[in-house]
């Protein structure tokens, strides 16, 4: 069984910067992309960014890009989501996901974290 657990999550000012951790188990983590995505109030879950199973590939929603950074650990099953610079439109529920392929992409699989929330003040 697939299980996704984020942390880091919190509350930062505008143009501060946020560390998300998400801790996979379940099965072989370096066979699966993973990716995080992210829901505002009101508002359709959307990508942010994705990165293949060896950790080669990457990709980045354009509201991210610069300003955000996704790696991955394949021996501590982790994935991780650097904010900098982060603005109040960040503000969100963020969400770990792992696809069921080493390919990137900026659809998501079928598993789930619980979401961490992150909140940018003004």
């Known amino acids: 069984q697939v299980q996704l657990v984020e942390s880091g999550g919190g509350l930062v000012q505008t143009g501060g910067s946020l560390r998300l951790s998400c801790a996979a188990s379940?099965?072989?983590?370096?066979?699966?992309?993973m990716a995080w995505f992210r829901q505002a109030p009101g508002k359709e879950r959307e990508f942010v960014a994705a990165?293949?199973?060896?950790?080669?590939?990457?990709k980045y929603a354009d509201s991210v890009k610069g300003r955000f950074t996704i790696s991955r650990d394949n021996t501590k099953s982790t994935v991780t989501l650097q904010m900098n610079s982060l603005k109040p439109e960040d503000t969100a529920v963020y969400y770990c996901?792992?696809?069921?392929?080493?390919?990137?992409?900026?659809?998501?699989?079928?598993?789930w974290g619980q979401g961490t929330q992150v909140t940018v003040s003004s």
């Open positions: 379940g099965r072989t983590f370096s066979s699966f992309a």
């Open positions: 996901n792992q696809r069921n392929t080493v390919i990137v992409g900026t659809t998501p699989g079928p598993y």
């Open positions: 990165i293949s199973g060896s950790g080669s590939s990457t």
